[in-house]
T-cell receptor
Framework: QQQVKQSPQSLIVQKGGISIINCAYE??????FPWYQQFPGKGPALLIAIRPDVSEKKEGRFTISFNKSAKQFSLHIMDSQPGDSATYFCGYQTGANNLFFGTGTRLTVIP | ETGVTQSPTHLIKTRGQQVTLRCSSQ?????VSWYQQALGQGPQFIFQYYREEENGRGNFPPRFSGLQFPNYSSELNVNALELDDSALYLCASSLTSGGRTDTQYFGPGTRLTVL
């Protein structure tokens, strides 16, 4: 069920740099787009989420940009830190329906 | 840390056996969803329970079954285990209200190994 394409598969960023992860979806019925962060051996943790009625949402160093016409959304991590090294999943959901995930991006932030 | 707990943390079974995994939802939540995450992959939706009934199911065979209890905790049962069932099993709790399920919060998972 590849309804969302996530890229890149892996990403290496210098400390202090900007990390950008992209997702493209097909189903316009999706109305909730969360990003989850997962460390090895742990469950995914909600990072930030957006609904399609806004084009951008910022929480601290994390920003979601949403382009409804292009059916794309992205996660930007500003001032990336080694502690941000983890796997990031975009998610998509419609109303009472269930949450589906992208394929994941493994981020490595090097000091 | 979310208030979602799962037990056991790790489990080793042999092919053909049956397993039960448990999840306690976060306080105030009434919905539990289960996911299977194979190594290096994203979580795959198994099913969701709301008001003690299955409320949606992913592409998993009937040997994957579940229960939700009046206190909203939940069990995932897998019969006739296969080698490919080896994975991290994640439980997520959320609040469903007005026909809409809100943000899902995940537990730490149960690592199942099938030999």
């Amino acid at each position: 069920q590849q309804q969302v394409k996530q890229s890149p598969q892996s990403l290496i960023v210098q400390k202090g740099g900007i990390s950008i992860i992209n997702c493209a979806y097909e189903n316009t019925a999706f109305d909730y787009f969360p990003w989850y962060q997962q460390f090895p051996g742990k469950g995914p943790a909600l990072l930030i989420a957006i609904r399609p009625d806004v084009s951008e949402k910022k929480e601290g160093r994390f920003t979601i940009s949403f382009n409804k016409s292009a059916k794309q959304f992205s996660l930007h991590i500003m001032d990336s830190q080694p502690g941000d090294s983890a796997t990031y999943f975009c998610g998509y959901q419609t109303g009472a329906n269930n949450l589906f995930f992208g394929t994941g991006t493994r981020l490595t932030v090097i000091p | 840390e979310t208030g979602v707990t799962q037990s056991p943390t790790h489990l080793i079974k042999t092919r053909g056996q049956q397993v039960t995994l448990r999840c306690s939802s976060q306080s105030g939540h009434n919905t539990v969803s289960w996911y299977q995450q194979a190594l290096g992959q994203g979580p795959q939706f198994i099913f969701q329970y709301y008001r003690e009934e299955e409320n949606g199911r992913g592409n998993f065979p009937p040997r994957f079954s579940g229960l939700q209890f009046p206190n909203y905790s939940s069990e995932l049962n897998v019969n006739a285990l296969e080698l490919d069932d080896s994975a991290l099993y994640l439980c997520a709790s959320s609040l469903t209200s007005g026909g809409r399920t809100d943000t899902q919060y995940f537990g730490p998972g149960t690592r199942l190994t099938v030999l």
